[in-house]
């Protein structure tokens, strides 16, 4: 460590002694002492070690037991129809949409972080990508349940598939539905093959440490022969940049096309030309709110602070600050545009929304997604832990008031008021949703015990930079 470097002496970092900058942030991204042997012997040992820890088992317990509450719920669906949800005439779109908008904003982080953050050349992604990879792929899967189940007859979902019209199906291609599938398909097709061409180093290092015939033969196919030579890091890196070219546009495309399912109608509170724009920075806001969820508990239990430092958790934060403003100018763009509009039904829309009788949600949203985020303007906030997380939690909880707010409050009182109805979600609609968040972090957690949750390729060039820098 270069001399007249000052170390943290408070916080739950102060025993490793992470430099700090002129203006107090962590300066490292990878705490000292680490080295090549270190960090595969880590990493790759959470993937090897038997039996696992006690704690990822009752984590399974419990989002396998919500997993098959999910299954029941669907099954119970599928057999008695969307009925059984608290969907109405005029509100058609009930919890489905506004859980299908959340998941697929959720899965905007991973993207971003992979991606973009790559592109420019930010190396403390390094310790977080992959994990964020895994976590657009799971939260991709859970949005995709919703509209599916939606249709009301999931079995004929190729209706919407541009297949050879021979039955005289052909999609029809004004619909926001076909929109979504050709958007939803491509962005996970495309993280998929990003974040698998990524894990092939590191399959092959848990290939070569694994003890047993039976792990060395499935990591070895993972792998795909994979063995380190200069052809295969050359083009390794050749296709990672160019799927990271790929999935960049993505993140501004996918949310986008989702926002139009809304802008295109006219309904008052949808029909806006800042939906786009809005939904993905509100995307990325939530993104990066769920990686801080998942990550600080995971780099505490797997005692990974020195490869996800407080650095990670500052960036991550700053990012979310920025995206959190442009989400609350969105809020006053709507409320404006309402007024100056002079259109009494989007004026109508907007006093509905904060004193009708979902007011409460709207409140609620202004709480947790703007009021409770200004602490991130806090550097002691950003850098400890716990504050964090209880920030972006309040974050995750208010991206879905938001979306149920859009929603639904547009949506229960029409033009026409003899037609205006109540929506209220039934414990089929509550039975569903918590039941994808099950299959989400069964996912997870199954990602977490058998494949390297943090990039050793990748953060083994950390360590040989470290050591370029400091004498």
């Known amino acids: 460590m270069p001399e007249g470097d000052p170390k943290i002496t408070k916080g739950p970092e102060a025993d490793v002694g992470y430099p700090l900058t002129p203006l107090g942030y962590p300066s490292r991204i990878l705490g000292p002492g680490e080295t090549y042997d270190t960090v595969t012997e880590r990493i790759s040992s959470i993937v090897l070690r038997h039996p696992p820890l006690k704690l990822w088992w009752v984590g399974f317990a419990i989002a396998f037991s919500m997993l098959m509450m999910f299954l029941f719920a669907v099954t119970w669906l599928l057999y008695r129809g969307i009925g059984i949800w608290g969907v109405n005439i005029p509100v058609a779109w009930g919890f489905a949409i506004v859980n299908f908008v959340w998941w697929i904003g959720i899965g905007h982080a991973g993207t971003f972080i992979s991606a973009i953050l790559l592109l420019v050349l930010q190396k403390w992604r390094t310790s977080i990508?992959?994990?964020?990879?895994?976590?657009?792929?799971?939260?991709?899967?859970?949005?995709?349940?919703?509209?599916?189940?939606?249709l009301g007859r999931p079995w004929l979902f190729y209706w919407l598939l541009p297949y050879p019209d021979t039955m005289g199906l052909w999609p029809q291609f004004r619909s926001p539905l076909v929109w979504d599938v050709f958007a939803v398909s491509t962005y996970f097709t495309v993280s998929l093959i990003f974040w698998y061409v990524g894990l092939l180093p590191d399959l092959a290092t848990v290939r070569d440490r694994a003890q047993t015939w039976r792990k060395k033969f499935i990591y070895g196919v993972l792998a795909m022969g994979w063995r380190g030579s200069a052809r295969h890091w050359q083009r390794h890196q050749s296709a990672y940049l160019l799927l990271a070219g790929l999935a960049t546009p993505l993140v501004l495309s996918v949310h986008s096309v989702v926002s139009l399912d809304f802008s295109v109608a006219i309904v008052p509170g949808w029909h806006s030309t800042i939906f786009p724009p809005y939904f993905v920075a509100g995307a990325i806001y939530s993104g990066f709110a769920m990686v801080l969820n998942i990550v600080i508990p995971l780099r505490r239990i797997y005692k990974l602070e020195s490869y996800i430092t407080l650095r990670h958790l500052n960036n991550m934060a700053n990012v979310m600050l920025a995206t959190g403003m442009m989400v609350a100018y969105g809020y006053l763009m709507e409320a404006f545009m309402a007024w100056f509009s002079g259109d009494i039904y989007e004026q109508y829309m907007m006093v509905n929304r904060a004193f009708g009788p979902y007011g409460w949600a709207f409140w609620a949203l202004m709480l947790t997604?703007?009021?409770?985020?200004?602490?991130?303007w806090s550097r002691r906030v950003r850098t400890t832990p716990i504050l964090l997380f209880l920030v972006a939690f309040s974050v995750?909880?208010?991206m879905w008031l938001e979306r149920f707010v859009i929603v639904i409050t547009s949506l229960a009182r029409d033009y026409v008021p003899s037609i205006w109805r109540m929506y209220y979600p039934t414990r089929w609609d509550w039975m569903t949703f918590f039941g994808t968040i099950g299959l989400f972090l069964t996912l997870l957690l199954l990602f977490i015990r058998f494949l390297p949750m943090i990039s050793m390729s990748e953060v083994r060039e950390l360590v040989t930079e470290h050591e370029e820098v400091e004498p």
């Open 396 to 398: 995750n909880v208010g």
């Open 129 to 150: 990508n992959r994990l964020t990879e895994a976590m657009t792929l799971f939260a991709v899967a859970c949005a995709g349940m919703f509209p599916l189940l939606h």
């Open 369 to 376: 997604n703007v009021l409770i985020p200004q602490a991130l």
